[in-house]
C-alpha cells in the first residue's frame, strides 16, 4: 500500500533536547511538507523540498532543521531553540506536476 | 499574503440535517482548493480537489462549489450522519508560494 508514514505517533521531549520526527512516503513524490498544528489554528508550514538534497524554510522555521538526503525520506528535528514545540506535527508530499497533498497520520509532540 | 478563513469554527447539527460549511480566501491567484477531514488525533483525509478551472466537485453526500472571482467555496453535507463528525479544514494552493494554506477548520458535531 502506498502512503505517507510518520513515526513516532507520539514523543515526549524533555526541556533542552532535540527531537526526530520520521516521515517517508513510498508514493514516489518529489515534494514533501512539515506542518505544525495548534488548537483552534489552521495548519502552518515549517519546511519543505521540491527535490532531493534542497529545502525552503516555511512560515515559522525558527527552531527547526530538516534534511532531504533521499526521496523518501523528509525527517523533521525539533531543537531546543523551538520555546514552545508542543504540537501536532503533520507531513505530506506532492507528485511533481500535481497540486493535491496527501497526508500522514501526524505526530504529537509534548515537552515534560 | 494569502490567507484563508473558515466560518463557522464549529457546528452542532441533528442527524439528516443539509449543511453547508464556507472557506474564503484573500488572493484568487490560486491552481486549487482541497476540502480535507480530521479527526481527532489523526492525520487529514482528502475530501475534494477542485481545479482553479472548475466550478464544483462531488463526492457522495459532499458537494463542494468553487468562487475563484469572490474568493470563496461551500462544503455541502447531505444527510448528515454522526460518522461525519470531525473538523473539516479547506486549503488553496497558492501561485505565489507554490504551497498550501490552510484555514483553522471548522469542528463539525453530528447528534443522533
Known amino acids: 500500500d502506498g502512503g505517507i508514514t510518520q513515526s513516532p505517533k507520539y514523543l515526549f521531549r524533555k526541556e533542552g533536547q532535540n527531537v526526530t520526527l520520521s516521515c517517508e512516503q513510498n508514493l514516489n513524490h518529489d515534494a514533501m511538507y512539515w506542518y505544525r498544528q495548534d488548537p483552534g489554528q489552521g495548519l502552518r508550514l515549517i519546511y519543505y523540498?521540491?527535490?532531493?538534497?534542497?529545502?525552503q524554510k516555511g512560515d515559522i522555521a525558527e527552531g527547526y532543521s530538516v534534511s532531504r538526503e533521499k526521496k523518501e525520506s523528509f525527517p523533521l528535528t525539533v531543537t531546543s531553540a523551538q520555546k514552545n514545540p508542543t504540537a501536532f506535527y503533520l507531513c505530506?508530499?506532492?507528485?511533481?506536476?500535481?497540486?493535491?497533498?496527501?497526508f500522514g497520520q501526524g505526530t504529537r509532540l509534548t515537552v515534560v | 499574503k494569502q490567507e484563508v478563513t473558515q466560518i463557522p469554527a464549529a457546528l452542532s447539527v441533528p442527524e439528516g440535517e443539509n449543511l453547508v460549511l464556507n472557506c474564503s480566501f484573500t488572493?484568487?491567484?490560486?491552481?486549487?482548493l482541497q476540502w480535507f477531514r480530521q479527526d481527532p488525533g489523526k492525520g487529514l483525509t482528502s475530501l475534494l480537489l477542485?481545479?482553479?478551472?472548475?466550478r464544483e466537485q462531488t463526492s457522495g453526500r459532499l458537494n463542494a462549489s468553487l468562487d475563484k472571482s469572490s474568493g470563496r467555496s461551500t462544503l455541502y453535507i447531505a444527510a448528515s450522519q454522526p460518522g461525519d463528525s470531525a473538523t473539516y479544514l479547506c486549503a488553496v494552493f497558492d501561485t505565489g508560494g507554490f504551497k498550501t494554506i490552510f484555514g483553522a477548520g471548522t469542528r463539525l458535531f453530528v447528534k443522533a
Open positions: 477542485i481545479q482553479s478551472s472548475q
Open positions: 488572493d484568487s491567484a490560486i491552481y486549487n
Open positions: 523540498s521540491q527535490i532531493v538534497n534542497d529545502f
Open positions: 505530506a508530499s506532492r507528485r511533481q506536476g500535481s497540486t493535491e497533498a496527501f
